[in-house]
């Protein structure tokens, strides 16, 4: 398994983004983090995250999804493991994500534990 060392994690809840980065903190990852699927396009451009975890339901501009299919074309990221982060949990939703060009999904909320196989198995 490759170390991850960066991560871009795209979500607009404060509280969430908070956990999020205290967990991977813990994990040792760096983290760029946006609010909106813009701003993690912006970001993207100037640095190389390793893995993403995307927010689908963004509340402004672009969607979750329409962020990763940006992203998706750019050369450096066509390969990045890109995970949706979604409060929606239903069994179908790994193969909707799946066929939109996300790696895989977890469901919020979700324990370090969760989040840490997540990281384990996508990278």
């Not at 994990?27 to 893995?51: N, P, Q, V, Y």
């Not at 979750?64 to 050369?75: N, P």
């Amino acid at each position: 398994m490759e170390k991850i060392k960066t991560a871009l994690i795209v979500e607009d809840n404060p509280l969430n983004m908070n956990l999020i980065k205290i967990m991977l903190k813990k994990l040792e990852i760096e983290c760029i983090d946006a609010i909106t699927g813009e701003e993690a396009l912006r970001l993207a451009e100037k640095s190389d995250a390793d893995f993403l975890l995307v927010d689908i339901n963004l509340g402004h501009g672009i969607s979750g999804i329409t962020f990763m299919e940006k992203i998706r074309d750019q050369k450096k990221y066509s390969d990045t493991p890109i995970i949706a982060v979604t409060a929606y949990s239903f069994r179908e939703l790994q193969e909707y994500f799946s066929k939109e060009g996300f790696t895989d999904y977890i469901g919020k909320p979700f324990k370090y534990e969760e989040l840490e196989r997540m990281l384990h198995k996508n990278s």
